[in-house]
């Protein structure tokens, strides 16, 4: 693929990434969360009532603290007006932190909330800690094995652009910059849009400016993609006749 590609868009995360304060406190967290934490299937929104474990955490995150506009979405003052998605994003940003900014996504996208996510391993989710702890993607023993500086300096012959949200609460913004560090910054971008959080980038209401933003970098005129690189050649073994 490397000579098909002229230009890269990361969104919020690349191959070095540092995640959010509240997001490392949870990474450390679940060192010990995670022992006590079945292994199994985790769900957002677990069928009927769940298990009585199921409604003992429901409870605990009900308590959790949100900003005041977000408090009044989840609590309309209609007390028939139901809110079944405040179920599903409690459970989210407990393991991830905040997701999104729950002002930008409509009322359809949060009826529908539980299309874009599925049931959600802990022992994968708790790979965030490797993350964490090394500002790098891992695989799921923690090695630094993806984002070595052998295969990001091959990522400098590339136009790349890093959109971000600026109240992310997943990755902090200042991601950006640990790729800034690595990458030829005369080829690396970074596009930060105000009011916007992590996943609302791309399901929000009004991601419209983040789009155009997208279509102009991919469109834009700029030089060729780098060409492929040659396989070491191989000595072919001559045949002796007998």
């Not at 079944?84 to 009826?111: C, E």
């Not at 295969?151 to 990755?171: C, D, F, P, T, W």
């Not at 690595?182 to 596009?191: A, I, S």
Request: glycine share 6%; net charge positive; aromatic share 10%.
């Amino acid at each position: 693929m490397q000579h098909r590609l002229r230009r890269i868009v990361l969104s919020q995360v690349g191959p070095l990434v540092m995640m959010s304060p509240t997001n490392q406190a949870r990474a450390f967290l679940m060192r010990y969360v995670k022992q006590l934490i079945p292994l199994g299937e985790y769900r957002f929104r677990p069928d009927s009532d769940g298990s009585m474990a199921d409604m003992l955490v429901d409870r605990l995150l009900a308590t959790l603290p949100y900003p005041p506009d977000e408090f009044r979405i989840e609590n309309p003052w209609r007390p028939w007006a139901g809110r079944p998605w405040v179920r599903t994003r409690r459970r989210m940003d407990i393991l991830y932190g905040q997701v999104f900014k729950l002002a930008n996504l409509s009322s359809d996208t949060l009826d529908y909330l539980d299309d874009f996510f599925g049931p959600m391993n802990v022992e994968t989710v708790s790979q965030v800690i490797h993350f964490a702890r090394t500002r790098a993607i891992t695989d799921a023993q923690g090695r630094h094995v993806f984002a070595t500086r052998d295969r990001l300096r091959r990522l400098r012959n590339y136009q790349i652009m890093s959109i971000h949200g600026a109240e992310n609460g997943l990755v902090d913004v200042s991601t950006a910059k640990l790729l800034k560090l690595e990458l030829d910054r005369n080829y690396f971008r970074v596009r930060c849009f105000d009011g916007f959080g992590h996943q609302d980038c791309l399901i929000g209401m009004n991601p419209r400016e983040v789009f155009d933003k997208i279509v102009d970098f991919l469109g834009a005129p700029g030089e060729p993609p780098p060409a492929p690189s040659q396989p070491p050649r191989t000595q072919l073994p001559t045949l002796q006749h007998a």
